[in-house]
């Protein structure tokens, strides 16, 4: 039961406590989108609920979404996107909806059915207010009058309670809708506003990059399946930590995403994430771009360079492959793991860095390490929040809400809608086993888009790797029975050719014995002197 609707004498303070703090955080002065953000708190730490997640549409252009959550629990906000049946019927029809029992609806498929049964879930439309045609300029976000859905999940209380909460949360849609408002136009102008032109100096390159890397974010990771919803867990509780962070998992995995999903939920989200590819680059080169450069003679160079640990001061440092770092190299990253300094090439003056190591490795670290070439310490050091990344295949409970994904991406980069996957298409999808995990699955949905010419992404759009026999119209026209009369022929063939028509020898290399193999090549009608050097049939 909720703490503050026990009773209806104690609804009214734990409301409109509620409502001054919001309206303060989203009111005029306060960037709109931490304002927003700040009020999904309040509303979980006020209230009580499980989780509250705002969706917002068409800010500022058409077919732009933006998705904030905040879970009470650590890493709840972000184990479970929205409801897209119930935020779309709420959107479509304007009107809210209330679910006292959820455990049966379709949105809530695939989260643990204890949690299920313990849960209501409310969803109320974000609503602007309508255009009186006194203000000029004013043009409204969606001739709907409705811009997104604000829903929370709750414990399971009586109707009556429900409802309650239902009239509340519609004025925070309200109040929530007029920020949008405030959010349209600041997107607005920054979108619109021109590019700014910087010199080309190596420093405005090495600012630039900082800059970039402080701005990037990370969309939340798709985590249906439960080994995702436990990986997700262990970067929940490694997010805020300083220790270095190893992702380990086959290529293609989106060790990547991952690596900048943890950078953002992090306190260093506000600082640069710098990305280094340990094998794009010869190892002197490595060298110089992990640790930059001294101007002087020592070092050959005429100008002095700031490598990724200097440009990420107080931020994330992503080095991809580290298993192929020279041993160098690894050396004096241990020491910045370990001593928090390092050198520029060139220099003995050693320089004070705040830079958290986030690494991938896509081979055995072990046998690098038993061969040699991974040093023992750098393994250990690594060691402390060691995260595997799992295959997709043994993630099938992802594969379609990541499909459905990159269609979305792919209608926002392009403005070509697609709406959805038809059914054998989905089949297909989980059917495939996926060897080059989620970077496959991406490019196969960019593929099956682009050649698509409706809204629905059908079999025959998919790659050809993903056909089966009944989608691709290729099944086999013989019976079993025959098709494996056809296969022993052509093993028995193949073997007398091998053996030169010898029927003891190609026994021996089908580890059959002679008796079989003389009974099959009767049975077929095999001339095993066919195969004979210097005879013709």
Not at 68 to 96: C, F, M, N, W
Not at 102 to 113: C, E, Y
Request: proline content about 7%; overall charge neutral; glycine content about 8%.
């Amino acid at each position: 039961m909720i703490d503050p609707l026990t009773t209806f004498d104690s609804a009214g303070p734990a409301f409109y406590g509620a409502l001054s703090r919001i309206a303060a955080s989203t009111g005029p002065g306060r960037a709109v989108r931490r304002g927003l953000e700040e009020a999904l708190v309040i509303l979980v730490e006020t209230l009580g609920y499980r989780r509250a997640c705002l969706e917002l549409h068409d800010l500022p252009q058409e077919g732009a979404r933006i998705l904030l959550t905040h879970g009470k629990e650590q890493g709840l906000d972000h184990l479970y996107g929205p409801a897209p049946l119930s935020t779309g019927q709420v959107i479509g029809s304007r009107r809210s909806l209330v679910l006292q029992d959820v455990k049966d609806h379709p949105d809530f498929l695939g989260r643990p059915p204890q949690e299920l049964a313990t849960l209501s879930y409310i969803c109320v439309p974000v609503t602007i207010p309508e255009p009186d045609g006194q203000v000029e300029g004013f043009e409204p976000l969606a001739t709907s009058g409705v811009v997104g859905a604000l829903s929370v999940d709750l414990p399971k209380a009586p109707m009556v309670f429900l409802e309650a909460h239902r009239e509340f949360l519609t004025v925070v849609g309200a109040m929530i809708g007029n920020a949008a408002l405030r959010l349209r136009d600041e997107l607005d102008r920054s979108r619109r506003r021109p590019p700014a032109v910087l010199a080309d100096s190596p420093s405005v390159k090495e600012d630039r990059l900082a800059h970039d890397g402080h701005e990037s974010q990370a969309a939340p990771p798709v985590a249906v399946s439960k080994s995702m919803r436990l990986l997700l867990r262990q970067i929940a509780q490694a997010a805020d930590a300083a220790e270095p962070v190893l992702l380990r998992g086959e290529e293609g995995t989106g060790k990547e995403a991952l690596a900048r999903f943890l950078h953002g939920q992090g306190n260093r989200r506000h600082r640069p994430f710098l990305r280094l590819g340990c094998g794009e680059m010869p190892g002197e080169s490595a060298m110089e771009a992990l640790f930059g450069v001294q101007k002087g003679e020592k070092a050959k160079a005429t100008r002095s360079r700031r490598g990724v640990f200097e440009l990420a001061q107080g931020g994330v440092v992503f080095l991809d492959d580290i298993d192929e770092l020279p041993l160098a190299a690894q050396q004096r990253v241990l020491r910045v793991i370990q001593e928090g300094t390092m050198q520029r090439a060139g220099s003995d003056t050693p320089l004070s860095v705040d830079a958290r190591v986030v690494a991938t490795s896509r081979a055995s670290l072990e046998d690098a390490l038993a061969a040699g070439e991974f040093l023992e310490d750098l393994y250990y050091a690594l060691g402390v929040f060691s995260l595997f990344v799992p295959p997709l295949r043994d993630r099938t409970g992802d594969i379609l809400p990541l499909a459905e994904r990159f269609l979305e991406d792919f209608s926002q980069r392009t403005g070509k809608i697609v709406r959805r996957i038809s059914t054998p298409a989905i089949d297909l999808l989980n059917q495939y086993h996926w060897p080059g995990n989620v970077r496959e699955l991406a490019s196969c949905m960019d593929r099956a888009a682009t050649v698509c010419d409706e809204a629905v992404v059908r079999t025959y759009h998919l790659p050809p790797t993903l056909q089966t026999g009944e989608s691709s119209g290729t099944e086999p026209s013989l019976s079993f029975g025959d098709a494996v009369a056809t296969f022993e022929q052509e093993l028995l063939v193949e073997a007398l050719k091998k053996a030169r028509g010898n029927m003891y020898q190609a026994a021996r290399n089908l580890r059959e014995s002679y008796r079989v193999v003389n009974y099959k090549v009767k049975k077929y009608g095999i001339d095993p002197k066919r195969f004979t050097p210097g005879r013709r049939g």
